[in-house]
């Protein structure tokens, strides 16, 4: 549903106007661990839903009335075409005679932005983004987000007398860390179950001047990420990337990799089936 | 006709080859865009609330009922 009817814009345009939106994670993905009283409400909605026999299961839409009922709901099946949820929702909107939301209440509802700052002192965020650009299988694109702490970055700097064409590797545990994200988006989800094989990140120092190091990296990962059990899914991918470093500082100021060599196996009754990935790193700046 | 059939398949190879090339030559950060941009990620317009017991009480004082989506895994990350 997200890449597909939560992404169409009459939905966008009929949710925002007329409901309070809200997603929650029957795997508990929220910002905020779940509250006891959450759990229950979720318990309730549950409950109702199945006793009055209405559609739906664990990824479902609930419309929820203010009194706390259960309006209406729909299935993921149906509510993933956008042909199918829109009129769900329009009906609604006309039989509880809906007017839209005033446009300050939505923007004061509205959930903030993820949190800004890293947690460890010198720590900076790396984004990893992976995609399958397959056809008739787009489940968009993935943006996981991964602190490195600045002993982990200080890894990627040069030597201080370093010179231009010094190469040095950077330690299999920071690359493991980087890599483990780069399996493909969808409905698996859960990155502890990625099994590195091989994850090396080498660096080289290329010419550059007194002040600033721009550095070279070229990496490797062989990964296995289950998809279904008792199958398993292979990743290998080769990446490339630069790196620039404040050489006085002795900090990183730019880290950008990416792989568009990247292949998922996986296996569809024994036989090997191939996706074809792209994998992008970059620090946040 | 052959000789001119593995003309094109030439051609077509060299193509290829070029665009290849053309894409290692490209900037890391352009490589980085191509992978990251994505016209599915539209659903992060919608104003979400952050969970669902404020959602029921803004629900409550609004008059205005919940759209609720209940999903495994991550949203935020795509990865659901």
């Known amino acids: 549903m997200r890449v597909s009817s939560l992404s169409d814009p009459r939905i966008i345009e009929i949710i925002t106007q007329y409901f309070v939106p809200v997603w929650l994670s029957r795997d508990d993905y929220q910002r905020d661990k779940r509250s006891g009283e959450e759990q229950a409400e979720l318990e309730r909605l549950d409950a109702e839903r199945a006793r009055r026999k209405m559609e739906g299961g664990a990824v479902c839409v609930f419309v929820v009335a203010p009194n706390g009922d259960v309006l209406a709901t729909q299935r993921v099946q149906k509510a993933y075409k956008a042909e199918n949820l829109l009129p769900f929702l329009q009906k609604i909107v006309e039989e509880q005679k809906l007017k839209p939301r005033d446009a300050e209440a939505i923007r004061a509802s509205a959930a903030e932005k993820l949190d800004a700052k890293p947690k460890t002192k010198e720590g900076r965020f790396i984004h990893i983004w992976t995609r399958v650009d397959a056809k008739g299988d787009n489940r968009g694109v993935s943006n996981d987000r991964v602190e490195l702490t600045g002993e982990e970055l200080q890894a990627f700097l040069p030597p201080a007398d370093a010179k231009a064409d010094a190469t040095w590797t950077i330690p299999e545990k920071i690359a493991g860390k980087l890599f483990q994200y780069g399996y493909p988006p969808g409905p698996y989800w859960k990155t502890s179950d990625s099994k590195l094989k091989k994850a090396t990140l080498t660096a080289k120092l290329l010419a550059g001047s007194e002040k600033e190091a721009r550095i070279e990296l070229t990496g490797d990962l062989e990964m296995s990420f289950p998809i279904g059990r008792p199958t398993e899914g292979q990743i290998t991918a080769h990446f490339v990337g630069i790196a620039q470093a404040d050489r006085d500082k002795r900090t990183l100021t730019s880290l950008a990799l990416v792989s568009e060599r990247a292949d998922f196996v996986w296996y569809w009754e024994r036989k090997p089936q191939t996706v074809k990935m792209r994998i992008a790193l970059e620090m946040e700046p | ?80």
């Open chain 2, 1 to 80: 006709m052959k000789y001119r059939a593995g003309l094109l398949a030439v051609a077509a190879l060299a193509v290829m080859a070029a665009s290849a090339d053309q894409r290692e030559a490209d900037p890391i950060s352009k490589r980085i865009e191509a992978i990251k941009g994505s016209d599915t990620n539209a659903w992060r317009k919608i104003p979400w609330t952050s969970s669902l017991m404020p959602a029921r009480r803004i629900g409550e004082r609004e008059k205005h009922p919940l759209f609720l989506f209940t999903h495994d895994g991550n949203i935020e990350t795509g990865r659901c």
